[in-house]
């Protein structure tokens, strides 16, 4: 996947920890920006996307950027921003 993806999808706060589920501490699926992910992989940007309402989850390996994961509005999720701008 090339940036301008990432260029094209409106960002309005860093997030640094999303989680879902509606059962916080035993049964949400939580993911935080360096997690090490399906392969080697590792977690490098969580946004926002304000046109479709809804949160992406891209991976990094060897400098190549994918689409991960995308959850919608309608689910239950927690957000950790990252408070060192």
Not at 39 to 54: K, Q
Not at 61 to 72: G, R
Request: glycine residues 4%; hydrophobic residues 40%.
């Amino acid at each position: 996947m090339d940036h301008i993806l990432l260029l094209k999808m409106k960002v309005n706060s860093i997030i640094r920890k999303i989680s879902i589920g509606s059962d916080y501490k035993n049964d949400a699926m939580h993911y935080a920006l360096g997690q090490q992910v399906y392969g080697g992989h590792e977690i490098c940007n969580i946004l926002f996307d304000t046109e479709e309402l809804s949160y992406s989850i891209f991976i990094k390996k060897d400098n190549e950027i994918l689409p991960w994961k995308k959850f919608n509005k309608n689910m239950a999720i927690s957000i950790e921003y990252d408070l060192e701008y």
